[in-house]
């Protein structure tokens, strides 16, 4: 498993990154480019299990990228994810962007579809480990637990990647 920060060169990226690894020390491959230099995560190439901690870069820029990822964290710590939606191109507060969770565990994949069938989109965790299903059912960006939203599973085996959509 290899470990990947990948940050904006800015004041911002940088302060980012410093209280992150001051919170949470590890070694990781730094990933960062000159100021504004946002389009960034696709200079690495993650294998499956690897980590990649995205700081204060555009989730526009590089939403192409995640998908092809399949697992990507923006800006995580104590497992809440910040996104960009204004397009920016920096994390400006949780008011003007979004911010979701805390949600599932370091090791899971995140997931979107549209969980109840109401044509919005809703965040969820897959834990390859266990099988199981963490899906936020009603839409406030948090697990609330499995009588609140809903878990299922388990489903296949240990290691499997989850795939989401209409069935």
């Not at 992150?20 to 590890?26: F, N, T, Y």
């Not at 960034?40 to 192409?64: C, F």
């Not at 003007?96 to 579809?113: E, I, N, Q, S």
Request: hydrophobic share 40%; charged share 25%.
């Amino acid at each position: 498993m290899r470990f990947y920060d990948i940050f904006n060169g800015d004041a911002d990226g940088l302060c980012a990154l410093q209280q992150l690894r001051l919170a949470e020390p590890r070694a990781a491959t730094l990933v960062t480019g000159v100021k504004r230099d946002i389009a960034l995560l696709g200079q690495v190439s993650p294998k499956a299990g690897d980590e990649l901690t995205v700081l204060d870069v555009s989730l526009d820029s590089n939403r192409d990228v995640m998908v092809d990822f399949r697992v990507v964290r923006t800006g995580r710590i104590s497992g809440v994810v910040w996104m960009d939606l204004n397009g920016n191109g920096r994390f400006d507060n949780c008011t003007v962007d979004r911010c979701l969770g805390p949600f599932g565990k370091g090791t899971d994949y995140p997931v979107a579809a549209d969980w109840t069938g109401d044509d919005t989109t809703k965040i969820g965790t897959f834990d390859p480990a266990s099988g199981i299903w963490q899906l936020d059912s009603n839409g406030n960006g948090i697990f609330d637990g499995c009588v609140i939203d809903r878990c299922a599973g388990p489903f296949g085996t240990t290691g499997d990647l989850p795939i989401v959509g209409r069935w």
